[in-house]
């Protein structure tokens, strides 16, 4: 899947309602050389990314590719309830909230699937929130088991 950062940014000078370029660069907190660096070369820091759309409510989805719902459910456009609302979130979760996580090492599709994995926990079918939230719970749970090494097998004995 090709990302067209100068279409992300684009859909973030759209959506915040921002004059330019440099208006941008103000609220991902970069300079705007910075900015035009990241257009030029064809690649964002993923943090970058998830920070405008925490500020603006938008769909990660959408501020990527341009489709499906530009405004997270329930967020319809409320600038700066992105960032609290993952706090609550998290705190709700059972795990204390400090500071953003830094997600600049998420790839493109990493960010798509955990934006897709978002959807569906926040979608009001909360049956198949809680199976997602199992599912997660026990491959994480799993994924920390140390790994035993194999039994070796034993040479079969010639007489």
Do not use: C
Request: proline fraction near 7%; charged fraction near 25%; charge should be neutral.
């Amino acid at each position: 899947m090709g990302v067209s950062y100068s279409e992300i940014i684009e859909r973030m000078r759209w959506a915040g309602k921002l004059k330019n370029d440099s208006a941008v660069a103000r609220v991902l907190g970069v300079t705007p050389q910075a900015l035009s660096n990241y257009k030029k070369r064809g690649e964002m820091p993923t943090d970058l990314v998830l920070r405008f759309a925490n500020i603006y409510g938008l769909s990660v989805d959408w501020l990527i590719s341009g489709e499906g719902e530009m405004y997270r459910p329930g967020k319809g456009g409320e600038p700066g309830r992105g960032y609290m609302t993952a706090a609550e979130e998290t705190m709700m979760y059972g795990k204390e909230f400090t500071r953003a996580p830094d997600l600049s090492a998420l790839s493109p599709d990493e960010i798509i699937y955990v934006g897709k994995l978002l959807k569906i926990l926040r979608s009001p079918n909360k049956s198949t929130a809680a199976a997602i939230k199992y599912s997660v719970d026990a491959f994480l749970k799993a994924s920390e088991l140390p790994i035993e090494p194999e039994p070796e097998k034993e040479a079969p004995k010639n007489h």
